[in-house]
C-alpha cells in the first residue's frame, strides 16, 4: 500500500473515499464540516436521519455523493466531542479500515490526523494512522490453494493542512518504516517450522543486508559457536537435524566510537519440548517461538530505512528445540560460554539455554544497553494475559525509558520483580544453576536466569509469550514488540533519553 500526505485542499480532492470523524450529538470535525458545505449539505442530511450514534468506532459509509470528483464518505464515530485517548483514537481508526477493506474502494484519503488526540501531535497521529491501517490490512502470503481474497486499497492519503506539513511528514516515513517492520515479523513469525528454520531465518537476514546496504550480517555456524564455547546453545540444537544459526545483524548509523544498542531475540523456530516433551494440544503455536528473533529482523530494517544516527547490533540465536537420541536429557549439565555450569532439569526451558550464551556474547561488543525479546515463558501468560510484555531489567532507567516508549507506541509493558530472593529457586545441588525454578513465578524466574548472564551491563528483557502472536480463531502474529522497541530507538535518536 502507497501511503502519503494529500495536502490539497477537500473541494479539489479527487478520491474513491474521504474518511471523515463525527462525534457524538452529530457534531462535525472540521474537515466533515467542510466536505458538508461542498457536498450541499449531505452529511448533515445523512446524520439527521440519526443512523449514526457517532459512538467511538462506529462507522457509515456514504457510497454516492451527486456532483463530486469525491465517490464515497467515510463516516467515523468518535464519541464524546474532547481530546480522544489514545486507545480510542486507534479504535475509530480500526473501525475505519475495517469498513474499507470490505468495500472495492482501491484509493482513500484519510482526514482523521486532524482530530484531537491527548497529547499527541501530527506525526503521532499521522504516524498512527499508518501503523493501525498497515496492521489491518496484513495478509499471510497464501498458502492456501484457493487464496483468500485481496483486498483493494492501494493508495492511502493522509490529509495535512500546509502549517502541519513538516509533522505529518515526519510522522509518514516513521510510520511507513514500523508498519513494514511489523509486517516483516508478521511474515516471519506466521511461516510454518519445516519452511521458517534456523537456515531460512539466517537467509532473510542476508536478504535484509542486499536490500539494506546500511546493514551488515555474520552468520555464526555450529563451529564458530563451538569455538566459542557457546554449549550451552548447542546442547539444544543437537536434538535436532536442522543446525543452529546465530545471526548478528550490524548497523553503524552513530558515531564510529559511539558504544551499541544491542537487541537480542529468540529465534526458536520450533519448540517441541526435547525430551520433556510438550503435550500436543497448541503445540502447532511453538512456530511462534521465534517472534523475538523475526522483531530483530524488522527492527534493524526499520533502524536502516530511517537512517537512525545510532550503533545497533541484533543477535538472533536460532534453534529447533526436538526430541532426539541426541538431544539434552533432564539431568544433564552443561558448561555455558560464561564458565557457569547448568543443570538442564527441563528441556523445555530451552530459551534460557540459547539466550544466555547470547547474552555473554552480547559482552564482547562493549555494550550500551542490552534489550532481549522472548517468548520465554507459559507462565507470563498466566501471570499477565496478552495485554502487556512483562519487563524486566536491571536498570531502573532503562526500564522507565522502555515504559515511557510503550507508553506512546500503544505497545504496552508491565514491569516485574527481579529480586535477589528468587534466586533460591535455581539453585542446583549440581551446577552452579537449574534452568528451571519450580512452578511458582516462572515468568521471573526465568528472567532470574537470564540476569545472571547479564551482570555487567544495562540490560532488560521482554517476556513476549502473550503479546507476539494471538491465539484462537484470529491465530496469528502480531509484530510485538516492534513498536515498543522502535518508539525506544527513536526516543534515543532525539536524544530524549540515554
Ligand atoms: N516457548 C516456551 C514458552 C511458551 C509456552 C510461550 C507457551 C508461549 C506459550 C518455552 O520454551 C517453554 O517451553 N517454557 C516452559 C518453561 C518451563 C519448562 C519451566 C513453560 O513455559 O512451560
Ligand atoms: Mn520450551
Ligand atoms: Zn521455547
Known amino acids: 500500500m502507497d501511503y502519503f500526505i494529500e495536502s490539497a485542499s477537500l473541494d479539489q480532492l479527487t478520491s474513491d473515499c474521504v474518511i471523515v470523524g463525527i462525534y457524538e450529538n452529530q457534531e462535525l470535525t472540521a474537515a466533515a464540516s467542510q466536505l458538508d458545505q461542498c457536498t450541499q449539505n449531505l452529511i448533515s442530511t445523512v446524520l439527521q436521519r440519526g443512523d449514526l450514534k457517532a459512538k467511538t468506532g462506529e462507522t457509515l459509509l456514504i457510497n454516492f455523493v451527486p456532483n463530486s470528483a469525491i465517490a464515497r464518505i467515510l463516516l467515523v464515530g468518535l464519541g464524546k466531542q474532547a481530546p480522544l485517548f489514545k486507545k480510542d483514537f486507534h479504535k ?287 507462565a507470563c501468560i498466566v501471570a499477565l494475559g496478552r495485554i502487556p510484555s512483562a519487563l524486566y531489567g536491571n536498570d531502573d532507567k532503562l526500564c522507565q525509558d522502555l515504559i515511557n516508549a510503550s507508553e506512546s507506541a500503544c505497545d504496552s509493558v508491565w514491569r516485574m520483580p527481579l529480586w535477589e530472593e528468587y534466586q533460591e529457586q535455581l539453585k542446583s545441588n549440581f551446577a552452579d544453576l537449574a534452568n528451571i525454578g519450580g512452578k511458582d513465578g516462572g515468568s521471573i524466574t526465568a528472567a532470574c536466569f537470564l540476569a545472571r548472564f547479564a551482570e555487567t551491563f544495562r540490560w532488560a528483557h521482554l517476556d513476549i509469550a502473550g503479546t507476539a502472536w494471538r491465539t484462537g480463531a484470529n491465530k496469528g502474529a502480531t509484530g510485538r514488540p516492534v513498536p515498543l522497541v522502535m518508539q525506544y530507538l527513536l526516543n534515543r535518536a532525539s536524544g530524549r533519553n540515554a
Not at 229 to 252: C, E, F, N, T
Request: net charge negative; glycine share 8%.
Open 92 to 378: 475509530a481508526l480500526a473501525a475505519a479500515i475495517k469498513t474499507l477493506k470490505d468495500h472495492t474502494i482501491t484509493s482513500a484519503c484519510c482526514t482523521l490526523a486532524e482530530v484531537e488526540v491527548a497529547t499527541a501531535d501530527w506525526a503521532w497521529k499521522t504516524r498512527r494512522i499508518v501503523e493501525v491501517f498497515d496492521d489491518a490490512l496484513y495478509q499471510l502470503k497464501p498458502l492456501k490453494s484457493i487464496p483468500d481474497p485481496v483486498h483493494a486499497l492501494k493508495k492511502m492519503g493522509i490529509w495535512a493542512p500546509e502549517s502541519a506539513l513538516a509533522e505529518a511528514t515526519s510522522g509518514l516515513h516513521q510510520g511507513i518504516a514500523i508498519a513494514d517492520a511489523v509486517t516483516l515479523t508478521k511474515r516471519l513469525s506466521d511461516l510454518p517450522g519445516n519452511i521458517c528454520t534456523p537456515t531460512y531465518l539466517a537467509e532473510q537476514a542476508i536478504q535484509l543486508t542486499i536490500a539494506k546496504p546500511t546493514l551488515k550480517v555474520d552468520i555464526l555456524e555450529e563451529a564458530d559457536m563451538q569455538k566459542l564455547g557457546m554449549r550451552s546453545l548447542l546442547s539444544v540444537s543437537r536434538g535436532s537435524r536442522q543446525p543452529a544459526k546465530l545471526i548478528a545483524l550490524h548497523y553503524q548509523g552513530g558515531e564510529s566510537q559511539a558504544k551499541p544498542i544491542i537487541i537480542i531475540g529468540k529465534g526458536l523456530t520450533f519448540d517441541a519440548g526435547g525430551i520433556s516433551l510438550k503435550t500436543a494440544e497448541g503445540m502447532d503455536e511453538m512456530k511462534y517461538d521465534m517472534c523475538g528473533g523475526a522483531s530483530v529482523l524488522g527492527i534493524l530494517q526499520a533502524a536502516a530505512q530511517l537512517a537512525l544516527p545510532l550503533n545497533i547490533v541484533g543477535l538472533v540465536p536460532s534453534s529447533e528445540n526436538m526430541p532426539d537420541g541426541d538431544a539434552n536429557k533432564p539431568g544433564d549439565i552443561v558448561t555455558s560460554m560464561s564458565g557457569k555450569t547448568i543443570e538442564i532439569l527441563n528441556t523445555d526451558a530451552e530459551g534460557r539455554l540459547i539466550l544466555c550464551d547470547t547474552l555473554t556474547y552480547a559482552q564482547k561488543y562493549n555494550p550500551d544497553v542490552v534489550i532481549d525479546m522472548a517468548t520465554l515463558t507459559g
